[in-house]
């Protein structure tokens, strides 16, 4: 099973970027997907997840609103629309799936990608 990140950079704060993340070796519709994040000195924190078939999402607080999360099951890809970023958002960003629950928590995650860094400068 391979969880490859992408599309992390340095931004300026109020910018965007798209995180993907393409899955291989494993049955990627049957896996409920999810972002997570560790910022230098912080424990990782969960981000945003979405379900199988991507009908159902989920945010954290501080992310609702200007991020956005989706999945493209032909592509074996999960993505993270980021907008409206702050300085707090720095961090590497994970992404990670879980085929045995519905809503992916960090210590429910069964693979995980080998993260990708993002920069927001103000």
């Known amino acids: 099973v391979q969880l490859q990140a992408s599309g992390g950079g340095l931004v300026q704060a109020g910018g965007s970027l798209r995180l993907s993340c393409a899955a291989s070796g494993l049955p990627f519709s049957l896996y409920s997907m999810g972002w997570f994040r560790q910022a230098p000195g912080n424990e990782r924190e969960f981000v945003a997840a979405?379900?199988?078939?991507?009908?159902?999402?989920y945010y954290a607080d501080s992310v609702r609103g200007r991020f956005t999360v989706s999945r493209d099951n032909a592509k074996n890809t999960v993505y993270l629309q980021m907008n409206s970023l702050k300085p707090e958002d720095t961090a590497v960003y994970y992404c990670?799936?879980?085929?045995?629950?519905?809503?992916?928590?960090?210590?429910?995650?069964?693979?995980w990608g080998q993260g990708t860094q993002v920069t927001v400068s103000s």
């Open positions: 990670a799936g879980s085929g045995s629950v519905m809503r992916l928590t960090i210590t429910e995650a069964e693979y």
């Open positions: 979405l379900s199988r078939s991507g009908g159902t999402t």
